[in-house]
Nanobody, 126 residues
């Protein structure tokens, strides 16, 4: 069992930045691929970004490319999502997730992820 905790959400004006963090309880995220997803009110959950367990492969949704950056911190027990040039349409609950086993690539499909955090709210005002 892997327990994930997201942090860093909040309210920001359009054009601003936020940095989300995903931390694992009792495990090192350095051993897992990590994906970030989001769900806006009334919409399906969608892929945002993912990083392979080695950090050598990164994948972004087209809607965030050039604005969001996913990275592992040096200690390799946190994965950050730096969000720049935020837009009102980025408003959503953001979730991080890891697969059921060690390793993994920068998958964009929810089906590849087994463990999910509780989510953190990001609200972008216009």
């Amino acid at each position: 069992q892997v327990q994930l905790v997201e942090s860093g959400g909040g309210l920001v004006q359009a054009g601003g930045s936020l940095r989300l963090a995903c931390a694992a309880s009792g495990r090192t995220l350095g051993s897992y691929a990590v994906g970030w997803f989001r769900q806006a009110p009334g919409k399906e959950r969608e892929f945002v970004a993912a990083i392979s367990w080695t950090g050598g492969s990164i994948n972004y949704a087209d809607s965030v490319k050039g604005r969001f950056i996913i990275s592992r911190v040096n200690a390799r027990n946190t994965v950050n999502l730096q969000m720049n040039s935020l837009k009102p349409e980025d408003t959503a609950v953001y979730y991080c997730a890891v697969p059921g086993g060690l390793g993994g690539s920068a998958w964009s499909s929810e089906a590849m992820y087994t463990y999910w955090g509780q989510g953190t709210q990001v609200t972008v005002s216009s």
